[in-house]
Every structure is written in structure tokens, then in C-alpha cells.
């Protein structure tokens, strides 16, 4: 529920998504609604900027927050979303970084129509029922591995490992100065039949569009 309420603390603090339309002409209101990238961006760093104002930000909770819009954001194959049992499940392989930070932020969330449920896995053999898996950086080593044991299983990779997108995750958080944004493999995307709005592509800080280049 924490997300829910950090939307409902951005819309109190910035005011809803700026609405527009009603300075528009017909034609120029319709063309309007094709291009939401502005909302989609307030969504994002409203939630992020208000992490912000709290007096110890957590690197992790924002990461939390990160991984609920990006489930949003991404269309998976309508078979494989159908077999992913009745939940949607975020998950995380290797030691966890969020520690309660990532239940508590996500409790009580849906996503695709389905309750969020976290699980920790150790082996990348147990990722086939995640729609989203964290690779935490102790996995650093076994990266090559892991992303092989994904790459059909239609599974978002999202990790901090440095080098994460290039080596063939898909996406990859990174900090500039004190914020933490993330770059996106869409190349490693399509391989796992993933969509990713081109929103969200928008609001990222890169875009790879080629494939992996080596360990």
C-alpha cells in the first residue's frame, strides 16, 4: 500500500498530472492523448522525488517503487502471463537488499490484475514463475548463468549490478548524483518476448538497443 500512498502524497504535494486538455482544440486534444510520456514521467519521479523529502531516503525503497511502475509499464506474452499462477511475483535471487522494504512497499499491491507476492530464490532455476527478478550484486559472478536460465523464460531482469544491460540484463539501475534512474536493454527485452511501453523507454536514461557484448 506504500505506493498507493506515496501517489496519493505526490498528487497533495505537485498537484494531479498537468491536464491540458482542456485548453485544447478537438484534433489537438486527440493527438494529445497519444503522447502520455509527461504522466508517465510524473509518475515516476513524482513518487521518487517525494522519497526525497523524507529525512533519510532509502537507496532501496525507491528501488521498490522502481520495480512496482516498471510491472505497469511491461506487457508480457498472453500465454506465459496466463501460466504464472494466480499472483504476480517479484522476485529476488541472491542476498536481499531491500531486507522489509520491499514487502512493505508493495503489500496489498496488484499488478496485472493479480496480488504482488515476493519470494526469495537462490537458484536462477527457480525464476520461471517470476515475472520480475532483482539479481542482487553478490550474483555478479554467476551472471551469465543466470541471465541464460531467463532469457526464454519471459522474465524482467532488473538489477544494480554495474555493467547490468550491457552484459544482457534488461535493466539496470544507476545513480546520478543523488538519484537513482535506470537504463534499459531493449534489445535483451524483445529476447524474453517482453514489451515495454514506449513510455517507460522514454523515462529512462538509455536505451541499448543492441544485444549482450560479453562478460
Known amino acids: 500500500m506504500i505506493v ?7 498528487i497533495e504535494t505537485f498537484g494531479r498530472p498537468p491536464n491540458i486538455q482542456r485548453y485544447l482544440c478537438p484534433r489537438s486534444r486527440a493527438r494529445f492523448l ?36 516498471f510491472g505497469r509499464f511491461v506487457k508480457w506474452p498472453a500465454g506465459v502471463a496466463a501460466g504464472k499462477s494466480d499472483s504476480f511475483a517479484v522476485c529476488v535471487l541472491g542476498q536481499d537488499p531491500f531486507g522489509s522494504t520491499l514487502d512493505s512497499t508493495l503489500a496489498g499491491e496488484a499488478l496485472d490484475g493479480k496480488p504482488v507476492v515476493i519470494r526469495r530464490i537462490a537458484r536462477p532455476q527457480d525464476a520461471a514463475d517470476c515475472r520480475i527478478l ?38 539496470q539501475f544507476i545513480a546520478e548524483g543523488d538519484r537513482v534512474r535506470f537504463e534499459i536493454n531493449l534489445a535483451s527485452a524483445e529476447s524474453a518476448r517482453l514489451v515495454l511501453s514506449s513510455e517507460l523507454l522514454k523515462v529512462a536514461a538509455a536505451v541499448r538497443r543492441s ?4 562478460d
Do not use: C
Open 4 to 10: 498507493s500512498a506515496l501517489m496519493d502524497r505526490a
Open 34 to 69: 497519444q503522447f502520455p510520456a509527461m504522466v508517465i514521467a510524473w509518475t515516476f519521479f513524482a513518487a521518487t522525488g517525494l522519497l526525497a523529502q523524507q529525512p533519510k531516503p532509502s537507496e532501496y525503497q525507491v528501488k521498490a517503487a522502481y520495480l512496482y511502475n
Open 134 to 171: 532483482f539479481v542482487s550484486s553478490t550474483e555478479e559472478h554467476h551472471l551469465k548463468e543466470i541471465l541464460a536460465a531467463t532469457d526464454q523464460a519471459s522474465v524482467l531482469t532488473v538489477s544494480d549490478i554495474p555493467g547490468f544491460s550491457r552484459r544482457g540484463g534488461i535493466i
Open 211 to 214: 544485444s549482450r557484448s560479453g
